[in-house]
């Protein structure tokens, strides 16, 4: 069965960082782009970021670009996204996607799975 266990999550001040995993399960990995996207209480979901499993490439979104990092080991089936610099607009619940597209839009027919999310807090 499909699993995208994500782990990593916690508490921190701003200006500290994480970094986040997923271990993905139950289908070949290089089927699908795989992504972060998280949402904060009362507002929509954001994507995050995105890989392509096949060469590397990355998008990210505009608010965390330059801060934010998503890197995979496709031997491991595992995606990471490396969080740096935290403010407490990053409070969210985060969460591992395997996508159908290469982008960060999250209609629902462009996620084929998700994962239960892992809570990220950052505090001032």
């Known amino acids: 069965q499909v699993q995208l266990v994500e782990s990593g999550g916690g508490s921190v001040q701003a200006g500290a960082s994480l970094r986040l995993s997923c271990s993905a399960s139950g289908f070949t990995y290089g089927t699908y782009y795989m992504a972060w996207f998280r949402q904060a209480p009362g507002k929509e979901r954001e994507g995050v970021a995105v890989?392509?499993?096949?060469?590397?490439?990355?998008k990210y979104g505009d608010s965390v670009k330059g801060r934010f990092t998503i890197s995979q080991d496709v031997a491991k089936s595992t995606v990471f996204l490396q969080m740096n610099n935290l403010t407490p607009d990053d409070t969210a619940v985060y969460y591992c996607?395997?996508?159908?597209?290469?982008?960060?839009?999250?209609?629902?027919?462009?996620?084929?799975?998700w994962g239960q999310g892992t809570q990220v807090t950052v505090s001032s």
């Open positions: 996607a395997a996508k159908r597209t290469y982008g960060l839009g999250l209609l629902e027919k462009y996620l084929a799975y």
């Open positions: 890989i392509s499993p096949g060469n590397g490439s990355t």
